[in-house]
């Protein structure tokens, strides 16, 4: 997904100068206070701090003042003007050159906690942007999106796994409004994708962290039209909401019981969580047995079902003894390539194929995420090139793709709740490329596996939008599975 806060239609005209038609940053909605930094500069002139505003919904912000708005909430798909304050106000059809720089913090993305009562440290998000921008008052179009495709084959009662996608695969086309809710739903049955549902709550919810009586009331009303099942509910720990300090252990209780509930109203039978500190599980599993969830933990690349971290969260589960008490498996754990739309990126963003093979040869080594990173940025920079030019695909190369054996997912099978079924791409033989789908479709029904396998694309992290429709390729990966579980039951015959 574009890491970008303007695009080619966002040069807006305005009475007090310009204004530009802001996107956000990222695949979920966060809190005004996450946003450090917004600088801009016009036709190679910086404009000074006191002459932008940020207006979110009819309010009006300085600069400074984002920081402190905790309870403000910038939803995935609005767009705020940043205004410029200038003598002589922009007109329709001019161009003018435009940089951007803006740098967020990722709220739930915790690096430490905070020392004596201070703010902890978080995943930066930073964008630089440089256009040649024309003052326009209309939205660029969305891409010509394929229909008429076949529908799927029928299920089948014998199927192991029932199959379904995480909206989050649609992330930079719901941000960009290609979609509104009903209308990703829509395509949704369209494609015979389906029948579990999973959402982000964060990404989905106009009133997050509150699941409103208006959202619950489209949601089902669209699940009776299609016939749709809610299977995962992914909620977020956003410890670092405010600015000047982590979140308390009540209010990380409090924000986690309000998602419960909502995941409740709208008839979901598990939360996907973030936190499995054994304090906070203790405190919420009561709430979990009251509201009937099953409680999830996520294992992604890079670690695995037997990582140091991962152990320690099978301790605390063993310490509290609840049936409720689980795991998702993500296949990002257990790549045995890089994938192609990671490759992709990576080249558009300047390496060669030999910094590509070396690339690979890092990846592949069995040294740590760290390591491997440091190995990796040492070799760019060895030949003089800067690994700033990758953006995020630096990191993202290592710790997005984790190269765990398949096998190992057999070790935890009985405290997999549900599956992420993490893919980038579909080639021409209808196969991940990256990922070894009939070898963990083979593990998970010998492992005795019967619940959903949720499909979820993340090729938006390194894809340009509108490269690819990844709710097709959801479809042709839900081929892919279908195949594979009967070869493996035919095989069992």
Not at 221 to 227: M, N, T
Not at 280 to 300: C, F, G, M, N, Q
Not at 312 to 339: E, I, N, Q, W
């Amino acid at each position: 997904m574009p890491n970008g806060l303007i695009a080619e239609d966002s040069l807006r005209p305005h009475p007090d100068g310009l204004a530009l038609k802001l996107t956000i940053p990222w695949y979920r909605s966060l809190w005004l206070s996450s946003v450090s930094t917004l600088r801009v500069t016009v036709d190679g002139t910086e404009i000074p701090a006191d002459d932008l505003a940020f207006e979110l919904g009819g309010t009006r912000y300085a600069i400074a003042e984002l920081p402190d708005q905790s309870d403000e909430l910038w939803f995935l798909q609005q767009h705020p003007l940043l205004i410029v304050r200038r003598d002589q106000p922009v007109a329709l059809g001019e161009e003018h050159e435009v940089e951007i720089f803006g740098e967020l913090r990722l709220p739930y993305m915790q690096i430490a906690p905070g020392q004596d009562g201070g703010p902890g440290m978080y995943v930066p998000n930073i964008v630089r942007q440089s256009f040649t921008l024309t003052v326009t008052e209309t939205d660029a179009a969305p891409l010509a999106i394929a229909t008429g495709i076949a529908p799927p084959p029928p299920a089948s009662d014998d199927d192991p796994f029932q199959l379904g996608l995480t909206l989050y695969s649609a992330s930079a086309e719901f941000r960009a409004g290609w979609y509104d809710f009903d209308g990703l739903l829509d395509r949704v049955a369209e494609l015979g994708i389906g029948p579990g549902i999973e959402i982000v709550a964060s990404q989905v919810l106009p009133t997050y962290p509150v699941v409103s009586h208006d959202f619950v009331a489209q949601w089902r009303a669209a699940f009776d039209r299609h016939g749709f099942d809610a299977s995962s509910f992914g909620a977020n720990l956003d410890m670092g909401r405010r600015r000047d300090r982590d979140m308390t252990p009540d209010e990380e209780f409090e924000f986690s019981e309000l998602l419960f509930q909502g995941a409740k109203k709208l008839g979901f039978p598990l939360v996907r969580i973030q936190s499995a500190k054994p304090e906070l599980l203790r405190r919420l599993l009561p709430v979990a047995e009251s509201l009937d969830l099953k409680l999830a933990y996520e294992i992604h690349a890079p670690m695995g079902p037997n990582s140091p971290e991962i152990v320690k969260v099978r301790d605390v589960y063993a310490d509290l003894d609840s049936p409720l008490l689980g795991f998702v498996a993500d296949f990002s754990s257990t790549m045995h390539a890089m994938s192609p739309t990671l490759l992709r990126a990576v080249r558009r963003a300047g390496l060669d194929d030999e910094a590509i093979k070396r690339l690979q040869e890092i990846w592949a080594t069995d040294a740590s995420m760290r390591e491997r990173q440091q190995e990796f940025i040492a070799y760019l920079q060895a030949r003089d090139f800067d690994p700033g030019r990758l953006g995020s695909f630096a990191h993202l190369a290592f710790n997005m793709h984790g190269h765990v054996d398949p096998r190992d997912w057999a070790d935890i099978m009985p405290q997999i709740l549900h599956v992420h079924t993490k893919f980038y791409d579909i080639d021409e033989n209808g196969q991940e490329p990256a990922i070894d789908y009939p070898e963990l479709v083979r593990v998970f029904v010998e492992g005795g596996y019967r619940g959903y396998w949720s499909s979820e694309w993340e090729g938006h992290a390194f894809a340009e939008l509108g490269e690819v429709d990844p709710l097709l390729l959801v479809r042709k990966q839900h081929d892919l599975i279908r195949a594979s579980m009967r070869a493996v039951q035919a095989a069992h015959v």
